[in-house]
């Protein structure tokens, strides 16, 4: 399995607050990606990084951030939470662009009151 | 705009059986697909993957099937056992891109 750890894996909050999620690997890998589940819609791209501090918007990003100060880890944040954030979601690393697989971590289960 | 398609929400196969899950795309520029498994609170697990210059490809007793002129792929599972009952999602993945994009699902039950 690869070395990918979420954190926290569970959360509950309110509307209106920041929250910020993590994604650890020790894989060394260079991609590193966001997504979200949510019934009907299946797995749906947030941000994803490149390298340390090059990241980019995917196809729901509005009103997440995300950071990357380091290899190994992977920020999202949601500035200032809403119940349409409740979701599940799940970090991803890949070794190289394009013909690589994507592994990806246990998930974080958030919701926003 | 919905560019992978997984039409059927779920299927039921008898074990023994073969299962086969499909999937649709509309980009013409994909050139990688995979398949992923995921289980109930857990991350999704690859599966398999094929290159659009291929139109097989197989693993076990998984197989997956391209059509690039239909731009249709198949995931074949022979014979399906009651473990492979899960949620299989398909993705595919464009020429030059870092990103997946991924079909909503489909829920595979095998009956024991």
């Known amino acids: 399995d690869a070395g990918i750890t979420q954190s926290p894996r569970h959360k509950v909050t309110e509307t209106g607050t920041p929250v910020t999620l993590r994604c650890h690997q020790t894989?060394?890998?260079?991609?590193m990606y966001w997504y979200r589940q949510d019934p009907g819609h299946g797995l749906r791209l947030i941000h994803y990084s490149y390298g340390v501090k090059d990241t980019d918007k995917g196809e729901v990003s509005d009103g997440y951030s995300v950071s990357r100060s380091k290899t190994e880890d992977f920020l999202l944040t949601l500035e200032s939470a809403t119940s349409s954030q409740t979701s599940v979601y799940f970090c991803?690393?890949?070794?190289?662009?394009?013909?690589?697989?994507?592994?990806f971590g246990p998930g974080t289960r958030l919701t926003v009151t | 705009d919905q560019q992978v398609k997984q039409n059927s929400p779920s299927l039921s196969v008898q074990e023994g059986r073969i299962s086969i899950l499909n999937c649709d795309y509309t980009?013409?520029?994909?050139?990688?697909f995979l398949w992923y498994k995921k289980y109930p609170a857990e991350g999704p697990t690859f599966l398999i993957s094929i290159s659009s210059i291929k139109d097989k490809n197989e693993d076990g007793r998984f197989t997956v099937f391209l059509n690039k002129s239909a731009k249709h792929l198949s995931l074949h599972i022979v014979p399906s056992q009651p473990g492979d009952s899960a949620v299989y999602f398909c993705a595919a993945s464009a020429v030059g891109t870092y990103k997946y994009i991924f079909g909503t699902g489909t829920r595979l039950k095998v009956l024991a």
């Open positions: 894989e060394n890998h260079r991609y």
């Open positions: 980009n013409s520029m994909f050139d990688y």
């Open positions: 991803a690393i890949s070794r190289d662009r394009g013909s690589y697989e994507q592994y």
